[in-house]
Nanobody, 124 residues
Framework: QVQLVESGGGLVQPGGSLRLSCTLSGIMWDIHYMAWFRRAPGQERVIVAGISRDGFSTYYSDSVKGRFTVSRDNARNTIDLQMNNLGPGDTAVYYC?????????????????WGQGTQVTVSS
């Protein structure tokens, strides 16, 4: 099994920044592609960013492209999401996810392991 634990959420003013981290533990030899999803109030959970195991391939949804940066440190078993220029539309619970495949997937049902989520609230 694989365990994912997110941290770094909180309250931030519009235009501010936050950095989320996700730490992995457990049996990880077959964990390749990882991603960040978010679920805004009353909405479905959607992918925000993804990253390959070697870190060379990344994906961003159109809504965060240019503002968010995903990174990965396999030596520390962490994946981070740097979020800049945050707006009220970024308010959501953010989830870290992992899948046993090297291929990018944007649908949540393609991911095998999930963290418990961390709340990000953007408000003045």
């Amino acid at each position: 099994q694989v365990q994912l634990v997110e941290s770094g959420g909180g309250l931030v003013q519009p235009g501010g920044s936050l950095r989320l981290s996700c730490t992995l533990s457990g049996i990880m030899w077959d964990i390749h592609y990882m991603a960040w999803f978010r679920r805004a109030p009353g909405q479905e959970r959607v992918i925000v960013a993804g990253i390959s195991r070697d870190g060379f391939s990344t994906y961003y949804s159109d809504s965060v492209k240019g503002r968010f940066t995903v990174s990965r440190d396999n030596a520390r078993n962490t994946i981070d999401l740097q979020m800049n220029n945050l707006g009220p539309g970024d308010t959501a619970v953010y989830y870290c996810a992992a899948r046993r495949s090297t291929i990018l997937a944007t649908a949540e049902n393609e991911y095998h392991f999930w963290g418990q989520g961390t709340q990000v609230t953007v408000s003045s």
